[in-house]
C-alpha cells in the first residue's frame, strides 16, 4: 500500500509539472507573438515614416525670379522644379502680397496662368522652369512675399523690388 502511495504523489507530482510546463509554453507564445506583434507595428510606422519623408525629398520647388509692376499689378514669376517628381499644373497654388496684404492664386480657380518654357502641357517635370503669371493688386509697398505650393512642394521668397537706378 505504501508503494501505491508513493507511485501515486509522484504521479501527481508528475502530472503537475506536466501541466506547469504546459503553461509555461503556452504563456512564452503568447509573450512571444505580442512582443512580435509590436515589432512588425513599429516597422510598418517607421516604413511609413521613410516613405513620407521620400516623397516629399523628390518633390521640391525653387523660386529663381519675380517681377512685379508696381503700377499694374502685374506679377511674372519664374520657378523651376529642381525635384526628382513630376507635378501637375491644377495643384499649383500661389499666394502673392507683401507683409499685411496678399492673396491667393491658382490655376485651377482660374486667376493663375502658368506657362511651361521647355515643354508645354498640364505636367511640371523635373528640371522644367515656369513662369507663373498673375494680376495681383497694384501699388503694394515692398517687401513682397511669394510661396508656390503644389503637393507637397512648397517654395517661399521675400524680396523687395529694385532699386531705381
Known amino acids: 500500500m505504501r508503494e ?18 504546459v503553461a509555461s509554453v503556452v504563456a512564452a507564445s503568447i509573450l512571444g507573438a505580442a512582443i512580435i506583434g509590436q515589432l512588425l507595428s513599429l516597422a510598418i510606422e517607421f516604413s511609413d515614416i521613410v516613405e513620407a519623408g521620400s516623397a ?20 511674372e514669376v519664374y520657378a523651376k522644379n529642381v525635384g526628382l ?17 496678399g492673396d491667393i492664386y491658382a490655376v485651377k480657380i482660374g486667376n493663375l496662368y502658368a506657362e511651361d518654357l521647355e515643354n508645354p502641357n498640364s ?5 522644367e522652369t515656369l513662369v507663373l503669371k498673375l494680376n495681383a493688386t497694384a501699388g503694394l509697398e515692398s517687401p513682397y512675399v511669394v510661396k508656390i505650393v503644389a503637393g507637397k512642394a ?11 537706378g
Open 85 to 101: 517628381a513630376s507635378i501637375v499644373l491644377e495643384e499649383l497654388t500661389v499666394y502673392f502680397g507683401n507683409l499685411t496684404i
Open 123 to 127: 505636367v511640371w517635370e523635373p528640371g
Open 154 to 164: 512648397v517654395a517661399e521668397k521675400l524680396f523687395a523690388s529694385p532699386l531705381p
Open 4 to 21: 501505491t502511495l508513493i507511485l501515486g504523489v509522484m504521479a501527481s507530482n508528475v502530472v503537475a509539472e506536466a501541466i506547469l510546463v
Open 56 to 75: 516629399t525629398a523628390k518633390s521640391h520647388i525653387e523660386i529663381v525670379y519675380v517681377v512685379y509692376d508696381k503700377g499694374s499689378g502685374s506679377v
